[in-house]
Every structure is written in C-alpha cells, then in structure tokens.
C-alpha cells in the first residue's frame, strides 16, 4: 500500500513538474521556404521577399499568415501598387496571434478582431490595422479589414501549421484597406543626410553627398537599406587615408557601408555572416561580415572590427547605425595601412636604404608579371623574394640552367 502511495505521488510529482518546466525552444521557421512547396503561392511569396516582410514573420514566434493564389494576385498587382503600399498591404494579412484550423473553427462568441503586423508599424488610424475573423454558419469562417468594414475573404484551408508558433493558411481573396493602399511617401529619402548630419555624422554625410555614392544610397531605400554611419571622430582620423583614394574608391568605401536589405538589431544577431555592401559588383566582392561579441555587434573588415554603437532610425525599409570606426574593405586596403603612401605603387618596391645606383638598375629591369605586383592575391608571398633578388640572381638561374644543359651535351659526347 505504501509502495503503491509513492509511485502515485512520484507520478504526480513528475507530472506537474513536466508542466512547470519550460518547453522545448520555438523552432525557427522560413515562410519562404515554407510556400516554396506550394507554387500556385509563388507571387504572394515573391513580394514578401520583395518587401522584406518576410525576415519580419520569420523574427516573430507566433504569427498567421493569410496567404492567397496567383489569381488573387493578380487584382493587387492591377492597382500598380508602390512597395511600400504592397507592403502594408501584405503586412495586413499577418495576425499577430496563432490561428489553426482548429482554433479558427472554436472562435469564442463566434468573433474574434485581432492585431496584424499593419497595425504594429503605427502607421494606421485607430483599429484600421485590425482584422475581424467570424465563425460564419455552414462552417465557414470568415476574414474582413476593420478599414472595410465587412467580411472580405473567407477561409478556404490550412498549408502548414507548427502549432503555436506559425500557421499558414489560404484565404478566397486579398482584404482590401484603403489605409493599407494609400500613397506612402518614400521614408528618409531626403532625410538621411540630415539625420546622419544632426546626430553625429556629419563628415560622412558631407562626403556622402560630394559623391555619386548617395545616389546608390537613395535608390536602395525603397528596396531595403541598412546604414552603418561612422561617427565623426571615427572619420575625422581616417580623413587623411580618405583624401589619398580615387574618385571611384572613395564611392566604393561610402557604399562599402550599406547594405542593400533592412536589418534591425535583432536581425543582425540571428543572421551573423557574410553580407554583400551597395559596393558589391560582380568580381568586387565588398563583403562584410557580422558577428556578435556578448551584447554587441560587430562588424569586420580583413583590415577592421567597428562596433554598432547607436541607432539613428529603424523604420522599415531604413535602419541606420553609428558604428565606432570606419569600414575598410579589403579591396581598397590590401595590408596594413600606414598614414604615408609606399614610395613606389608595387607593395614589394625597393626601400630608400638603396643606393641611387642600385635604384636606377631596378628601373631598366623588366616590369614584374602581375601576380608579383600584387602580392595579396599570390600564394604565400612566393614573388616577394624574387623581386627583392638583383638581376644578378636572374642572371645566376639562368646560368645554372645553362650549366646543366652543357653537362647534358657533354655527357653526350662521352658516350
């Protein structure tokens, strides 16, 4: 009897203990990957990718995706819609809560009005940013913008469901919300040079805009941009390396230092890695890499780590960073960089402990091949010893190779 009081109170134990523990971690989820198995959803998967909506719903741990067809479609993109406004549009259909085909059907009072991802930017009046979900009779459930007014689209069924975490389910057509369609004018478009300007920047903004590189700059916004802004003192030490760069190489550095996807905070440190810049361009990689280091961010060079020490704005598509030093690509600064330029262009040029004389031979000799005046881009600095020979060592190879020939026909001979 005893025996049997314990195991009761053993199971009971371990029972509610199970319940008090915490469960296994969310899994991550990619609603991209997830409608790339459904293609009559390609379109509504292009634009949430298109807008960047779709890193905001993957950040997110519990969220719904009303998703529609192709031919749904096909009457949003009749409107000619900005991205911006295809983005409120789209972001409308994003709940803010978990809905399952189960839960959808077991609404409490047969309604529900819930916050979508619209809402949370703050950009709608009062609840135009609320969907109103009904139990509609035979079954049905029903979808309608609190902007409209009315049930808009209904239920049709459910793509994918990890419960409590994200569902996926198709819904007859696009709710419509005049607030969500509404012009959006282009965000910091001709406020990022102020901003940076008014808080800090001011150098970098100043050179920004004495360069073709703000171009790139402001026709990225609409797409996504991420800004790291070194702060002015940052600048202000790398002015004289700055002032040395060509036209084309101070636009590389500027663009060097944005990136052509919105990433906040957050995302940064979820998405650690290599990252394309704005100066990104076939061969000219121009990649950074983001790490995290405790709480901070940091972002590394081949040549520097800058630290993220300060947001100037995060509203979707823009954020813009402070970092503590400037960016320096490896393209631009293949090695150590030193405040005075080498005397000759070659990395391996001869040093002024040369006499004149020795300096004038080096000039007759002939150009070094290419791989030799770069060597960054050759293999264990092979070359370096064979520039720093005299042309006497030319001549000593050469002799050797001669030596061995003339043993060879001698040999011949012998025999």
């Keep these: 009897m005893h025996h049997h009081a314990t195991a009761s109170f053993v199971a009971v134990f371990v029972s509610t203990l199970s319940l008090l523990l915490p469960g296994p971690p969310v899994e991550a989820h ?16 292009h634009y949430l990718t298109i807008t960047h909506l779709a890193n905001e719903i993957n950040s997110r741990n519990t969220i719904t995706v009303c998703v529609v067809n ?36 077991e609404i409490a009072n047969g309604n529900a009005l819930t ?8 950009t709608p009046s ?11 009779k035979g079954g049905k459930v029903g979808f309608g913008s609190v902007d409209s007014g009315k049930t808009d689209a209904t239920f049709v069924k459910t793509l994918h469901e990890n419960a409590y975490n994200i569902s996926v389910i198709h819904i007859s057509t696009v709710l419509p919300s005049s607030e969500a369609e509404a012009p959006t004018p ?41 800004i790291f802004c070194p702060k002015d003192d940052a600048f202000k030490q ?22 052509p996807v919105y990433q906040s905070l957050s995302m940064l440190r979820s998405s650690n890695g290599l990252m394309n810049t704005l100066a990104t361009d076939g061969a000219s990689k121009y990649d950074l890499t983001v790490q995290n280091d405790g709480q901070d961010v940091t972002i590394i060079t081949s040549i520097v780590t800058a630290r993220i020490v300060g947001t100037l704005t995060d509203k979707q598509p823009l954020v813009i960073f402070t970092i503590d030093k400037v960016l320096m690509p490896k393209e631009l600064f293949k090695k150590a960089i030193s405040p005075a330029p080498a005397p000759a262009p070659e990395a391996d040029a001869p040093t002024t402990s040369e006499s004149p004389k020795s300096l004038k031979k080096k000039r007759k000799s ?49 025999m």
């Design 186 to 226: 282009e965000p910091a478009a001709v406020n990022i040079i102020s901003l940076m300007s008014a808080h800090g920047c001011k150098i970098f903004a100043d050179a920004l805009v004495a360069s073709d590189a703000v171009n790139s700059y402001t026709g990225n916004i609409e797409g996504g941009l991420t």
């Design 238 to 259: 790398f002015q004289p390396k700055f002032k040395n760069l060509t036209v084309g190489g101070k636009q590389s550095l500027l663009e060097y230092h944005g990136v």
């Design 30 to 45: 990619n609603i991209t990957n997830i409608l790339a198995t459904f293609p009559d959803f390609s379109t509504f998967n």
């Design 126 to 136: 009062g609840a135009s940013g609320f969907v109103n979900i009904t139990d509609l």
């Design 70 to 105: 192709n031919a749904a479609m096909a009457d949003l993109l009749s409107k000619h819609l900005s991205v911006y406004a295809m983005k409120n549009v789209l972001s409308l259909h994003v709940l803010l809560d978990y809905f399952g085909a189960k839960k959808l059907h």
């Design 366 to 414: 002939p150009p070094a091949p290419a791989s030799l005046e770069s060597p960054a881009d050759s293999p264990n600095d092979a070359s370096a010893d064979q520039v720093a020979d005299s042309n006497n060592a030319v001549k000593i190879k050469g002799f050797k190779i001669g030596s061995m020939v003339l043993s060879i026909w001698f040999a011949y001979l012998v």
């Design 115 to 122: 916050a979508t991802m619209f809402q949370a930017t703050g």
